[in-house]
């Protein structure tokens, strides 16, 4: 899950289920993070179809999830994060997508349209998309002594370190340093994988989802495990902070957007998903955001600076190394979640 939605979860404690209306002809029922569409966004939509769009906000997946289940107010697109839509669509929430409807999903990176969450994009559309990697300090430490995750428990590092406050992002980093896929489902490496995290723990000075960047500037963290927002590599932060793509591999977060299965007005939900599927669109979106599009014909349109960042845009070598996480054995949750909490409940 990225950044920009889990701040956008805490200010949805203010803004939950509070309609924002852009006035026009005809009406769209957005249901999505708060923040997560530029307003440039729904004001040009608005201003090519005449649609109006009227956003509700929800605060976690989980929550989207709920009022989803529970009914009593339909949607006509949602964004969920890309491990969610397996979870929506067997519970029957979202709507097949008729691709006949949907000329621009030839300009999706086939690897991200052909995902392991919903291959062929039959019930979502990659939205943006991340990696977690490794932001050093380089105030604090060489950033040359940092190549991978195993270098976490490098001594020098401790005390100093940044972990996501994320069970699932956690785990998978773990399952990467010992060699294992991170999507492993072999209870005895993610017992073995939950040690090394417990070993790491004493080293950890934060638990940290929220903002990378804050923690970073105290200068209280040397190095932290964070996604690749645009926001490390601005002239500002360049000379003091290095991303690192770690030699083990990568974890890859996606957004989604998708049709609800009771979505009232279709014709304008499919005239929303072409409109983000635009190149220009995209692009726009994409360094609004802060993070990678997944729309190969918006490269050429985005900042040069951005396109050329290997962190943003690893090349096809590194892309091979990255998987896109499942959920964690059902079986297992339970105990990991308890072990989880208590871990982090003093940090």
């Known amino acids: 899950m990225s950044v920009k939605k889990i701040i956008g979860a805490l200010l949805a404690v203010f803004f939950l289920h509070a309609p924002t209306t852009f006035a026009g002809n005809g009406s769209l029922q957005v249901y999505t993070w708060v923040s ?14 005449g649609v109006e769009i009227n956003f509700t906000y929800f605060a976690s997946n989980e929550i989207m ?18 491990e969610f839509v397996p979870k929506l669509k067997e519970a029957g929430l979202l709507h097949s997508l008729d691709h006949r409807r949907l000329p621009g999903i030839s300009n999706l990176m086939p690897r991200l349209a052909h995902n392991n969450y919903d291959p062929g994009c039959q019930y979502s559309l990659p939205l943006l998309w ?21 270098d976490l428990w490098n001594q020098e590092l401790s ?19 010992l060699g294992y896929s991170i999507n492993d489902k072999d209870p005895a490496h993610i017992k ?3 040690g090394r995290l417990k070993k790491l723990a004493p080293n950890v000075q934060t638990f940290n989802t929220v903002d990378a960047l804050e923690a970073m500037e105290e200068n209280k963290v040397a190095v932290g495990v964070s996604w690749n927002q645009i926001g ?5 932060n360049k000379e003091r902070y290095t ?20 979505a009232k007005n279709l014709d304008a939900a499919y005239k929303f998903l072409e409109f983000i599927l635009r190149p220009d669109v995209a692009a726009r ?3 609004d955001s802060g993070y990678s599009t997944p729309n190969q014909e918006a490269w050429g349109k985005l900042d040069e600076d951005v396109r050329n960042n290997r962190c943003l845009y690893p090349e096809e070598e590194l892309l091979n190394k990255m998987e896109m996480e499942t959920p964690l054995p059902p079986d297992l949750l339970p105990a990991l979640e308890r072990d989880w909490n208590k871990l982090t409940s003093g940090k």
């Open 285 to 287: 979106l994409s360094q």
């Open 192 to 194: 073995e994988a939950f």
């Open 130 to 150: 991340g990696v977690v990697g490794l932001i050093v300090n380089n105030k604090l430490i060489d950033p040359g002594k940092v190549n991978s995750y195993a």
């Open 232 to 236: 490390f590599f601005e002239k500002a």
């Open 65 to 82: 999830l709920a009022n989803m289940e529970k009914g009593g107010f339909s949607y006509d697109i949602v964004t969920p994060s890309g």
């Open 36 to 49: 997560y569409m530029p307003e440039w966004v729904v004001e040009e939509f608005n201003r090519e179809t």
């Open 243 to 262: 991303f690192v793509l770690p030699a083990e591999g990568m974890p890859i977060w996606v957004d989604t957007i998708a049709i609800p299965a009771n």
């Open 159 to 177: 005390g100093r370190i940044m972990l996501p406050n994320d069970l699932r992002s956690t785990m998978s980093i773990m399952l990467l340093s």
